[in-house]
């Protein structure tokens, strides 16, 4: 349990800690770059740091299913708080696999065809599901420090 409980917070810490640097510190340093420029930059970020998303995702399923059914006995002998961590967590790698699969393509091939303005709506989209999937990790996040002293 401890193996899984540690691959399970270090995978959730990069992550979210990934998506919580690009947001407050990256992005507002990048707004002062001339477009071209702001846009090979992310470019080149997401193409580093969507595969640790991928290292990430995969070992927080595997991880969380070990604890949840070699450790834990299943979903029926789990407190809600490990539910709602459920749900959310499959909520997030929903929305890293469109981005990654929609408009993290298209940045890429615009990118190639230096169609920069394109590229730059690209990112924004992008920007808009780190938001929200920051919001969430930092939701699951509060959920796995507190859920335990939750009183039903």
Known sequence: MSIAMAVHVLAAVIWVGGMFFAHFMVRPASLEL???LRVGLWSRILGRFF???WGCVI???ISGYWMIF????GFADTSVHIHIM??????????????FFAPFQ????MVRE???PEAGLEINRIRLIVTINLFLGLTVSAIAA????WVW
């Open 146 to 149: 507190s859920g335990r002293y």
């Open 70 to 73: 070699v450790e834990l006995g």
């Open 34 to 36: 001339e477009i071209p």
């Open 51 to 53: 595969p640790w998303v």
């Open 106 to 109: 298209s940045l890429k091939k």
């Open 86 to 99: 459920h749900g959310l967590g499959w909520l997030m790698i929903l929305l890293f696999l469109f981005a």
């Open 114 to 116: 230096l169609l920069f």
């Open 59 to 61: 070992a927080l399923l």
